[in-house]
Structure formats: C-alpha cells, structure tokens
C-alpha cells in the first residue's frame, strides 16, 4: 500500500447519503500536482459506528436496506423512520450534542471565545470516543504501512464546512497530536473562511498547524511546499493558476456504504437526503457576486471564471466510468447560464445519459428554450433564492431580478418539468410586516401554480464580510464597531448583531412565515388569505 503525503478528512457530522464536496475536490487537485492523496470521510463512518453501538439486532439489516441503490426511495421509508428513532434515541439517551448533519452545532454556532470550545474538549462524550476509535483506527492503518516505517507522517487536512462540524474537526486534531505530537496538521473549509478570518486567538493552533481560506488550492500547495513535501516541477508549478474547472477525485471513498435517508414525501427534499449525488463545482466563485447580504467580497465568491464545457463533459464522463454513478450535484453559488447551455448542448451531443441538479439565479437568461435543454439533458430540479420576494428589497439587496422576471424564469423551469425549490428571506434591512406578509401571499400563488414545490424562510442574518456590513446607513441599521479589538483575544467571527429603529416583531412574523411554508409545501393552505397564519395562537 502506497504511503500517503496528504490525507483528508470530514469530521462528523455532515451528510449520510453522499460524501461532502471538499475532499474529493481538494484529493483531484492535489492528484493533479503529483500529491499522493488519502481521503476518508469520518462523518459517515462515526455514524455508522453511532447506529451499530446504539441499535439492536434490527440495526444491520436496516444499513444494509438504507445501502441499497436498487430500492427506491418508498421502499426505505418505514426502515428510515426507524433510523430516524434511533438517532433521537441517541440523542435523548447517550449524547445531547448528536445529530445526524451535525454534532454540537448550538455550541459552536456563535463562538467569538475559543475557551468555550476548549472547555467542551475536555470532556469525552460516547460520541468523541468513536469518533477517536476511528481517528486512531486510521493512524494504526498509516503507520502499518512498510513504506511508511520509512517516511515522515502525511499532512493531515480536516475540513469544517459548517459549526456542526467545528468539534470533531478540532477532537481529530486533537486525537492525531496525541500520538504523534510531530505531525502536520491544517484547517480549511467554509466555516472557517467565514468565521477564522479574524482569529486573534492562538490557542487553536495548538490542534492545527495552518489554517487556509478560501477554496484551499492554492493555499494547500503552498503549504506543502514551504513543509518540503512538494518537490521538482510540482513544487515550482504557479500556485496561484487555478483553473475554472477543478475534477474532484472519489478515490478511496466507498459510495456503496452510504445510506438514503427519505425524510419527506417533498421530492426537491429527497434530493438531499437520497442518492448517492456527486458533488462537482462547474466554475470558479459566482458570476453575478453583487448581493448586498452576500459575502461578496471574499476571494471564493468573487473570483469567478468559467471552463469550456468540453472539459466539464469529460470530467463528468470520467467520473461516472470511475464511480459508476452518473448523479451529479453542481455546488456553485449559481450555475451560470451560458455555461448550463453550452453543457447542456455538449451531454446530449455525446449522448451521456446523467442527472443532475443546482443553484441558479431566478433571472431572464433562463428562457423556456435553455430549461427545455437542460430538462434534455437530465437536469431535475434547480435551488434559487427569491429572497423578500418584493420589488423594492430586491432592488435594494442588487439581486439583479425581478418578481416579474423570476417568475417568467419559474415558468420555463415547470414548463421543463424541473423541480424547483426557493429560498426565501425576511427581516432584510428596512423590510416592513406588509411587505413580507405580501411576499407569502405571492409565494403561495407560485404553490398554487405548480412554479414551485419546496421553499424555506430563514432570518436574515448580517455577516462582517457582506456589503450591508461596510455601509449600515444606507440600510437604515445601526452596527456596532465589530473591529475594535475585544477584552479577550478573539476566535470565530461572523454574524455580528445589528439595531433596527422601529423594526416589526419578526419573531413574531417569522413563524407565522414558516407555518404558512410547511403547510403550502404540503399542499393545504393555498387557499388561505396571508393574515390566516399570524393569527394569534
């Protein structure tokens, strides 16, 4: 067995039925620059190991049915619900943290003192010791190795999309120092390139050696260089010319032993928790990066560029023959539209039978004859924020499209048959109760059309790195001087609080907002006038 130089991890817990993007991205980059890679994907195997520990003599067979591509979704359902128990029962009985898509996510949702999750890591909960087991399980297989006995430890790289994932990237680390105090280990993912950037705090780098931001290309190999690992022509190739098209590697990763989870009768739903999707980015950052909510200015979102569609085709090609799966889930902020055409056009000239969904902006360039295409060419379903649904918020957060032209936009896509679900914000800056009590009346229509069949409200939240935050007046907020320095040497930082003179109770409106969703996604209420759900209850 060939030693690593790198190997990647996902801590627990991110998604069951499909291996999480940035280790299979970062394993096709690395490969591509000579980097012996190992990839594993904790999170699915300390859940694995979760059930097993927990369950009763039903359990395996209910992994293997859950395991099962040949069965469909329906025919998972009973099996799922009483996976679905299990967990609860984890949870109630064994650790309170535990969860499915994340492990202690209220602990570390809001984190600006590290000591916090210092505090937590010193204590060992069942979850932690699997979770260990596993780490020192990978480890003994490293040094097993008779080419290792010979060479130094791999880098380690833990990423950390989400704060559900923050304490079992930090116990990896953790558990790897313990046995091997020289290792090499970095951090990197989307938590960390919204909340780490203004870390003062140097407690954390007693766990991690680096910590890189933004996609983690360049910076990875950088890393690896100035460590030796890199050498001759890979180590002197331009660290900054990354390509539009990266093709993530799966390599390593067993996709037979994920599990559906059918948790919803919702179709645009099931997407999320079934299938073994794999998860490739078409172009590099997004192509209108302009939302004022939006963390517009950080390098990964605004440094778009776009491949041929040639060199996507391939890739895909290659993956299905590699994998055997031909689902694809294309992670970008928003699929540009000349680009979907141009792939669209390439997958049915080679005739590659595949699906496929993404995000995509609600705007004009998605005309009947592109959904008509990309419908052709296997696309299913397609995600996009609505946001306020109002005119004039639209306007103000430069979202770049209309009701009128998104709806125009929705009904190419229903016309298509592609499934489409809207994200969908309230309590935007200046927002008022009329206006987003407006907005539902017009999403509920949209229900009632058949333009869309899943949909999900969250509260609008100010980040430091986002447009509202650098000029607050415009927006009519009032934000505290989040850059001074703190009392306390600093850890993560992201959303920071806001006062909005003469603001509507939007506790209040948000769930009469959510009430109204989950019924319309159901298919009752459409009837309703909008005031119906914010009756008092």
Not at 193 to 208: H, S
Not at 215 to 243: N, T
Not at 378 to 386: E, P, R, Y
Not at 505 to 519: E, P
């Amino acid at each position: 067995m060939t030693a690593p130089d790198v190997v990647l991890l996902t801590p627990p817990f991110v998604q069951l039925n499909t291996p999480y993007s940035a280790t299979p991205a970062l394993t096709g980059w690395l490969e591509r620059h000579g980097v012996s890679t190992w990839q594993r994907d904790l999170s699915l195997e300390v859940a694995l190991d979760a059930l097993r520990a927990y369950g009763d003599d039903f359990t395996d067979e209910a992994i293997e049915i859950l395991q099962n591509r040949h069965l469909p979704p329906e025919a998972k359902e009973e099996v799922a619900q009483y996976v679905d128990a299990l967990a609860l029962r984890i949870r109630d009985e064994v650790d309170p943290e535990f969860g499915f898509s994340r492990y202690a996510e209220s602990l570390c949702a809001s984190l600006p003192d590290f000591g916090v999750l210092l505090k937590r890591l010193r204590r060992h909960s069942p979850i932690d010791r699997l979770l260990e087991a596993r780490v020192n399980a990978l480890l003994d297989e490293l040094m097993a190795s008779s080419e290792r006995r010979r060479r130094a430890l791999p880098v380690f790289g833990v990423t950390c999309p989400f704060p559900g994932t923050l304490l079992g990237a930090f116990r990896i680390a953790e558990t790897i120092r313990k046995r091997h105090p020289e290792a090499r280990i970095v951090l990197g993912g989307g938590y960390v390139n919204t909340e780490l950037r203004d870390m003062t705090d140097k407690r954390p780098y007693r766990y991690f050696d680096a910590i890189l931001f933004d996609e983690g290309y360049g910076p990875m190999l950088k890393q690896l260089a100035a460590w030796g690992v890199l050498s001759g022509e890979a180590a002197s190739s331009p660290l900054h010319a990354v390509p539009p098209f990266v093709k993530p590697s799966y390599r390593g990763l067993d996709l037979s032993q994920y599990l559906d989870l059918p948790e919803s009768a919702n179709p645009m739903h099931r997407l999320w928790s079934t299938g073994r999707w794999l998860k490739v980015q078409l172009a590099r950052g997004c192509y209108w990066h302009k939302c004022a909510f939006c963390d517009v200015n950080l390098e990964y979102v605004k440094c778009f560029q776009m491949p041929r569609a040639e060199t996507v085709a391939d890739a895909l090609e290659a993956l299905a023959r590699e994998t055997g799966e031909a689902s694809f889930h294309f992670t970008d902020e928003a699929m540009p539209p000349a680009l979907v055409a141009n792939l669209a056009r390439e997958i049915i000239r080679r005739k590659f039978k595949c699906t496929w969904w993404g995000n995509v902006r609600f705007d004009a360039a998605f005309t009947p004859a592109l959904a008509r295409l990309m419908a052709r060419a296997g696309c299913i379903a397609v995600s996009g924020g609505l946001e306020c649904a109002n005119d004039r918020l639209l306007k103000l957060m430069n979202k770049g499209v209309t009701r009128k032209s998104a709806r125009a936009a929705l009904v190419a896509f229903a016309d298509a048959g592609i499934m489409v679900h809207a994200y969908l914000m309230y309590a935007f800056p200046t927002e008022t109760e009329r206006e987003a009590r407006g907005a539902l009346g017009w999403v509920r229509d949209l229900f009632r059309a058949g333009l869309v069949q899943s949909a999900f409200f969250h509260r609008f939240a100010l980040t430091v790195h986002s447009p509202v935050s650098r000029d607050p007046a415009k927006f009519g907020i009032v934000v505290p001087d989040w850059k001074r320095a703190p009392k306390k040497p600093r850890f993560a930082l992201n959303e920071i609080p806001f006062r909005e003179p003469n603001a509507p109770d939007w506790d209040r409106i948000g769930k009469g907002l959510k009430l109204a969703l989950y019924n319309f996604m159901e298919g009752r209420g459409l009837s309703k006038p909008t005031s119906f759900w914010f009756r008092s209850r």
